[in-house]
Nanobody
Framework: QVQLVESGGGLVQPGGSLRLSCVAS????????MGWFRQAPGTGRELVAS???????NYVDSVKERFTISRDTAKNMMYLQMNSLKPEDTAVYYC??????WGQGTQVTVSS
């Protein structure tokens, strides 16, 4: 079974950028659905962005035009480029791969 490990979280000022990375322990070329979820304190886990094996992407409205999801099957990696970050983007971000595989999460804090 594939395992996922995220990296790239941290503290950033409003308006700043971060790039999250997710490395898989095995090939992701046949995985149809991968995505990034986030969970802020006291809230449920929210799907932020997703990407299919054909490269079709979807975003929650609150991050459209600011976040970009991508995947590199040659490196077994998935990324989330986050620009123009806002305090409300503060959350733990999780990498997800169908069917039901989660990373351990990486904290993103947007604060001045």
């Amino acid at each position: 079974q594939v395992q996922l490990v995220e990296s790239g979280g941290g503290l950033v000022q409003p308006g700043g950028s971060l790039r999250l990375s997710c490395v898989a322990s095995g090939s992701i070329s046949s995985i149809n659905f991968m995505g990034w979820f986030r969970q802020a304190p006291g809230t449920g886990r929210e799907l932020v962005a997703s990407i299919t094996s054909r490269g079709i992407t979807n975003y929650v409205d609150s991050v459209k035009e600011r976040f970009t999801i991508s995947r590199d099957t040659a490196k077994n990696m998935m990324y989330l480029q986050m620009n123009s970050l806002k305090p409300e983007d503060t959350a733990v971000y999780y990498c997800y791969s169908a069917p039901g595989i989660w990373g351990q999460g990486t904290q993103v804090t947007v604060s001045s």
